[in-house]
């Protein structure tokens, strides 16, 4: 079992920087995936970014080379530094935990069991 707590969201203008965080407790965060997800109103949830046990990441194509993922394992502890911001990257954002795999992570949310409760990111042009 895994409970998940997001935090950082909050206004920024086009342009700017979040840091979002997700605190992880319980039983076998350290070897999950986790990822980021988002979902705008109106608009189906999306995949952002993965990270696997040992540091690996994947990125969706609409937020590369402007967000990174990262994780710190002795805080419990996973990040997405979003940066260039978008008003179309406005949206609640979601960490989660696959449990079912440790490494060759995807962006599926399906496949990820555990969910925080979300932080709102709004980005004003």
């Known amino acids: 079992q895994v409970q998940l707590v997001e935090s950082g969201g909050g206004s920024v203008q086009a342009g700017g920087s979040l840091r979002l965080s997700c605190a992880a407790s319980g039983y076998g965060y350290r070897s999950y995936c986790m990822g980021w997800f988002r979902q705008a109103p109106g608009k189906e949830r999306e995949g952002v970014a993965a990270?696997?046990?040992?540091?690996?990441?994947i990125y969706a194509d609409s937020v590369k080379d402007r967000f990174t993922i990262s994780r710190d394992n002795a805080k419990n502890t996973l990040y997405l530094q979003m940066n260039s911001l978008k008003p179309e990257d406005a949206a609640m954002y979601y960490c989660?935990?696959?449990?079912?795999?440790?490494?060759?992570?995807?962006?599926?949310?399906?496949?990820?069991?555990?969910w925080g409760q979300g932080t709102l990111v709004t980005v004003s042009s």
């Open positions: 990270i696997d046990r040992d540091g690996d990441t």
């Open positions: 989660a935990a696959d449990s079912t795999r440790g490494s060759w992570c995807y962006l599926a949310g399906t496949l990820y069991k555990y």
